[in-house]
């Protein structure tokens, strides 16, 4: 089945800074590769995603890309604020969702 | 508003006591997960359901029950057979499509008294 491995676990960063997380993955069949934010007492939100047909994808300060001979796919904020400060995890789908351990990104003010 | 409920925030289980974690969905969507999320850890899959009246194991089922009997609901029954049940519950739903994104609840944290 599908393994995903996410790095790093922890990421402290200055505000104003960029934050990259970085995620690989097992299954060359997977296609599907959704981000998902955290807050503290409260569910993973989704807050981008890719498919495989795509090489990145921009949403204001986040973007992803992804690299299907690797395997692998990247979360990078630009500009980061205290307010982005959350735990975040990725994940890689053909028809089963698994999820990396998580990352819980710190942005000092 | 369109989402997942899950209810209670919080739970508190005696020992020997079954519980049940409520989790309801109005997407339509056909597809409902269990997760168990211990502190500081990921996400491990307890149960699912792809359809209604049909579930199956995920890597940590022992311990658990689930019913299917509405699309919209899919109760989680933490067992007195779960020694170490205390967590953090997420509840998950998704669209038929295998590439789509699974929403989730804001869970229910159990913790033993």
């Known amino acids: 089945g599908e393994n995903v491995e996410q790095h790093p676990s922890t990421l402290s960063v200055q505000e104003g800074d960029s934050a990259v997380i970085k995620c690989t993955y097992s299954d060359s069949a997977s296609n599907y590769f959704p981000w998902y934010k955290q807050e503290l007492g409260k569910g993973p939100q989704l807050i981008i995603d890719i498919r495989s047909n795509v090489g990145e994808k921009k949403d204001q300060r986040i973007a992803v890309t992804l690299n299907k001979t690797a395997k692998h796919f990247s979360l990078h904020i630009t500009e980061t604020q205290p307010e982005d400060s959350a735990v975040y995890f990725c994940a890689a789908s053909k028809n089963d969702m698994r999820f990396g351990a998580g990352t819980r990104l710190t942005v000092k003010p | 508003d369109g989402g997942i409920t899950q209810s209670p925030k919080y739970l508190f289980r005696k020992e020997g006591q079954n519980v049940t974690l409520s989790c309801e969905q109005n997407l339509n969507h056909d597809a409902m997960y269990w997760y168990r999320q211990d502190p500081g850890q990921g996400l491990r899959l307890i149960y699912y359901?792809?359809?209604?009246?049909?579930?199956q194991k995920g890597d940590i089922a022992e311990g658990y029950s689930v019913s299917r009997e509405k699309k919209e609901s899919f109760p989680l029954t933490v067992t007195s057979a779960q020694k170490n049940p205390t967590a953090f519950y997420l509840c998950?739903?998704?669209?038929?499509?295998?590439?789509?994104?699974?929403?989730f609840g804001d869970g229910t944290r159990l913790s033993i008294l």
């Open positions: 359901s792809q359809i209604v009246n049909d579930f």
């Open positions: 998950a739903s998704k669209g038929t499509y295998s590439n789509q994104p699974q929403h």
